[in-house]
């Protein structure tokens, strides 16, 4: 971890404290509440979304109702956003979303858990809107000169998350085979869903 990373996470730490414990004194929450919501998040996983991409891969009426109101959609599987709103978006030949919080470190954690540290640096938030394909050549993603790269910068209301493109040599899989394929960053839009290299 580098320092800048340190520096942030001890940050957090500090304001998440203060913070948890004034809205305790107040009575606005409880601390069982808060270690109740802390207890529920570890229980996200990248699972959940490669679950939802999966479904779309393999239901075209899902996937239309994913791309419509990825809320509403994710909920037929059982998936809860709450208050928020989440938005898909699709990857194509000629089109790659990438996804970044410029302000804080929004994410999905509803399907994708914990973002990892990288997605909260100041570094990747400022980088991603500038230099969108320098940042994903270092993530190893060498994208067409020809291809469109498109970023969505998430909101406190508002989430994305990006529905890579299946893998041609897919075809033979289960759909629980070809969620095995899907990557937190490929959800992110960092990477490719394009190995079979994780399916047993």
Request: net charge negative.
């Amino acid at each position: 971890m580098s320092l800048e990373h340190a520096r942030y996470d001890r940050n957090a730490e500090l304001l998440e404290r203060a913070f948890r414990e004034l809205l305790v004194e107040r009575g606005v929450v409880s601390d069982a509440a808060v270690d109740a919501g802390v207890e529920f998040m570890y229980t996200r996983t990248p699972a959940l979304g490669a679950r939802v991409v999966a479904r779309a891969w393999f239901d075209p009426g899902f996937k239309a109702r994913l791309l419509e109101d990825g809320s509403a959609a994710v909920g037929e599987l059982g998936i809860e956003v709450r208050s928020l709103k989440l938005v898909v978006v699709e990857n194509t030949p000629m089109l790659h979303n990438l996804i970044v919080c410029t302000l804080c470190s929004c994410y999905p954690r509803m399907l994708l858990g914990l973002p990892p540290d990288w997605y909260k640096s100041l570094e990747y938030r400022s980088r991603a809107i500038r230099e969108p394909r320098a940042v994903l050549a270092e993530f190893g993603l060498h994208l067409p000169a020809g291809m469109t790269v498109r970023v969505h910068d998430s909101t406190a209301d508002m989430r994305y998350l990006v529905l890579p493109m299946r893998p041609e040599e897919t075809d033979s899989l289960s759909e629980a085979e070809c969620a095995m394929l899907v990557t937190r960053d490929a959800m992110i839009g960092v990477a490719r869903v394009d190995s079979l290299k994780n399916v047993l």
